[in-house]
């Protein structure tokens, strides 16, 4: 191998270019960083507001082992889309400071964003829900669940995705709760059974739903959830505890 410096540039055409990996960082609202390398596995869940200064210029590159929120700032932390994150295992971010502790994420890469993978995160939203119950037995909306988005362009795609707790009350007969996407009060998932119930004392399940889509334009929609239970008879209810709605958007 061969490294040259001419002038100011340093010539890596016959070598190969390796960065450090430091020691795992802890998760923290104002994250300090090591400076034994260029790329951290950061770990813990919590909230990411800014980031300490390493040096104007300075290219770091962090991997997430669990989910946490990385806050948007308009000039501390600048994300993509300007809105917050909220960050899955595997992860992988890129960050660019372009004035002292000032950082721009200029790379964002989902762990498994899509069938296949690949693509680059452009924006990323959620919405939690908590305590929604329903006896409906046809679809009617999570209330609290709406998310509303504008693709930054139209040959993007989405992810959209809800995970979290959920049960059905059943007496005596059997009992099944559902969710599904919609979007502008329109489905466009299959409809999934979460949780279903074959005894007076309920079941407990887990709601999730998780699509690919492409809406195919640049117009503004919302998203949402909705949900209703089935039974062959008698009375039950379909209660959501906690649901994760996100949506992701990302190119193909």
């Known amino acids: 191998m061969t490294t040259k410096i001419t002038g100011d540039v340093l010539d890596l055409s016959a070598s190969i270019m390796k960065s450090g990996k430091g020691a795992d960082v802890a998760s923290a609202a ?3 960083l090591g400076t034994d390398g260029n790329s951290f596995d950061i770990t813990g869940a ?41 960050t899955t295992a595997g992860d992988i971010a890129v960050f660019y400071e372009y004035a002292v502790g000032d950082w721009r994420c200029v790379s964002y890469q989902v762990a498994a964003n899509a069938p296949g993978g690949g693509g680059l995160l452009v924006a990323r939203k959620h919405v939690l829900v908590t305590a929604w119950s329903t006896t409906s037995s046809s679809m009617v909306q999570i209330t609290g669940s709406e998310l ?68 195919g334009d640049t117009a503004s929609h919302t998203y949402s959830l909705y949900g209703y239970r089935y039974q062959t008879g008698g009375a039950s209810t379909f209660y959501v505890t906690t649901e994760l709605f996100e949506l992701l958007e990302y190119t193909p």
């Open 30 to 32: 104002a994250l300090t």
């Open 46 to 86: 919590t909230t990411i507001t800014s980031i300490g200064t390493l040096g104007v210029g300075t290219h770091i590159t962090l991997h997430f082992g669990d989910a946490l929120t990385l806050t948007h700032h308009a000039t501390d932390l600048v994300l993509p889309g300007a809105t917050d994150l909220t």
């Open 148 to 215: 509303t988005h504008t693709l930054a362009d139209a040959g993007n795609k989405l992810i959209l995705k809800a995970s979290g707790g959920a049960y059905v009350s059943t007496s005596p007969n059997q009992a099944t709760g559902y969710i599904q996407v919609y979007k502008n009060g329109g489905g466009i998932s299959s409809e999934i059974a979460c949780c279903n119930a074959s005894t007076s004392y309920g079941k407990y399940g887990s709601g999730n739903v998780s699509i690919d889509y492409a809406p």
